[in-house]
């Protein structure tokens, strides 16, 4: 019975010191933000169509300095509990989460690879098919997106030249903050607290309620649930994917690059569908090339996705077994589980506080 009471124990208890620092990091992020409450109107007009870009632009740019500060910061506040609950060897958890940023002369070919593969083999397929079996989403896509007054809305009213130029600077700062966030820290970093498949379970869960949260909008409140659910299960999803690669590569560059371009694909469909368009003619001109694109890259590197989805699939096989290390007994896997969307979850109401 000790050892049932002690698996228990560890289990949150790993959980809730992982949680304190995720509280110091996103209290910290808070802290800089309030940056963004004066800079950006130094720089431009608030009412001037160059104001969101640099928001965003600004945005990005605080939390890959707000989150290494403050993890250096945490690491003096929680040091005498961190001896024992660290699984890794926690060198310094600041140069840790920058260099997930490093691109060297050696390697800088296969991370590009990496954000190619990720692009054309989960977001473009991802995306197609679930317009293609639910076409709805897409409308449902361009009023959460293109809601009055909210971030982004006005480039729709823009000419294209304006719009994807702001897209592009927009969409590559949102997925550095993204990415960033959920998987440079809270997968990454969570690795060093708890199993790998926990971390990045938590980190997903958080990232996926964060799109779920488009359906608490004024223009989309009344709509159907299964389209907000639509895009938490596609991110739920895609979370999952990009951590697993982010805490094995440990490189954020292909994450950062695949989701920015995936973003940008999305509101230049977006884009159409406010031109008139329906989604036939929008996968006929923009998504069929680039599935073709996706076919021939299956096709070429297909040994290298074949080891990594086998890798891929014994990782999260592991995550559903019984942790020998803590002596885990199998109803107390079912606590783990239920744990980890349980803090995923709060994590998430704390960065819609915080962030």
Request: glycine share 4%; proline share 4%; charged share 15%.
């Amino acid at each position: 019975m000790a050892k049932t009471k002690s698996s228990i124990k560890l289990i949150f208890k790993h959980r809730l010191y992982f949680f304190l620092e995720v509280l110091t990091i996103y209290f910290g992020v808070f802290i800089f933000f309030l940056i963004l409450l004066v800079i950006p109107n130094l720089i431009v007009d608030v009412s001037s169509r160059a104001y969101e870009p640099l928001y965003f632009l600004i945005r990005a740019l605080l939390i890959v300095a707000a989150i290494p500060t403050f993890l250096f910061v945490s690491n003096f506040a929680l040091e005498p509990q961190k001896k024992e609950l660290i699984i890794k060897e926690d060198i310094s958890s600041s140069k840790k989460f920058l260099a997930l940023f490093s691109i060297s002369e050696k390697n800088y070919k296969y991370q590009l690879l990496y954000g190619i593969l990720l692009l054309f083999l989960v977001f473009i397929p991802l995306d197609f098919f679930t317009y293609l079996f639910l076409p709805d989403l897409l409308e449902y896509s361009t009023i959460a997106l293109n809601t009055p007054g909210s971030l982004n809305s006005y480039l729709f009213e823009e000419n294209y030249g304006i719009f994807i130029i702001s897209v592009i600077i927009i969409q590559v700062s949102v997925s550095i903050y993204e990415e960033s966030r959920d998987r440079g820290f809270l997968a990454n970093r969570g690795s060093d607290y708890i199993p790998i498949m926990s971390a990045v379970i938590i980190s997903s869960f958080s990232f996926g309620l964060g799109h779920f949260n488009y359906m608490f909008t004024p223009y989309t409140i009344d709509l159907p649930i299964i389209y907000p659910l639509i895009w938490f299960l596609q991110t739920f999803f895609v979370g999952i994917i990009l951590a697993m690669i982010v805490i094995r590569k440990r490189w954020l560059f292909p994450a950062i690059f695949a989701h920015a371009v995936n973003n940008i694909i999305t509101l230049q469909a977006v884009w159409n569908y406010l031109q008139g368009n329906d989604f036939f003619p929008i996968a006929l001109f923009l998504y069929c090339p680039l599935l073709i694109i996706s076919i021939i890259l299956l096709i070429l590197q297909f040994p290298r996705i074949k080891e990594g989805l086998s890798i891929g699939f014994k990782e999260f096989g592991s995550y559903f077994k019984n942790n020998i290390r803590i002596k885990e007994t199998s109803s107390h896997k079912i606590v783990r589980i239920l744990a980890d969307f349980l803090f995923g979850g709060i994590i998430f109401l704390v960065s819609i506080l915080l962030m």
